[in-house]
């Protein structure tokens, strides 16, 4: 801004956003300093560079909005996790699946990990069950994004939402209503 601007000649925009034209940079500030305003370079990459004559607080300020309101609009996920073990419980296994509804329905992922204890690492398909089991059954909502592995002595896989589980299937159309055959009168007697 104002006496930091390095080049020689600015494309130079008016406090009101109109043309100025392409102005050497001691002109541009002197316009700037008539107006009580200051010359701040807002495309420093162009040729010529483009500067504009506003007050320096209010352009901090509407470019503070912008970024905030670019933050608000962005989409965070979060990460959630979900522990299984091997002999889960029904009770405990159908609990745990709608956490992992509830998770999916807000919009985050979900990291759904079981851990092997002791000699259960030899029974490393029935986990594979158990995940691969919550997999199918919240299929509608959810997508895999990584895959039944194992790392360690723990085997996870990470579920997403459906990109389409918002969107209601739609119901069947009705048959189209087919015109009735002639009637024959039957004579009368």
Do not use: C, W
Request: proline share 8%; no cysteine; glycine share 6%.
């Amino acid at each position: 801004m104002n006496d930091r601007i390095r080049a020689r000649e600015l494309r130079v925009i008016g406090a009101d956003g109109s043309q100025v034209g392409v102005l050497p940079t001691f002109e541009a500030l002197k316009l700037a300093r008539e107006a009580g305003l200051d010359l701040v370079e807002i495309s420093p990459n162009a040729v010529p560079p483009v500067a504009r004559i506003q007050d320096f607080g209010k352009f901090l300020y509407e470019q503070g909005k912008r970024d905030k309101q670019a933050k608000k609009s962005q989409k965070s996920m979060a990460l959630k996790e979900v522990k299984f073990s091997i002999n889960v419980d029904e009770h405990d296994y159908e609990t745990k699946k709608n956490h992992v509804l509830r998770f999916i329905d807000e919009g985050d992922k979900v990291k759904a990990s079981l851990r092997f204890k002791g000699r259960e690492m030899a029974h490393r398909d029935l986990g594979r069950k158990v995940i691969e089991r919550l997999i199918r059954e919240t299929a509608e909502k959810t997508q895999v994004e990584f895959s039944p592995r194992m790392e360690g002595n723990t085997m996870h896989a990470i579920l997403i939402p459906r990109k389409d589980a918002g969107a209601k299937p739609k119901p069947p159309k009705p048959p189209a209503p087919q015109a009735a055959p002639p009637r024959s009168q039957a004579p009368s007697a």
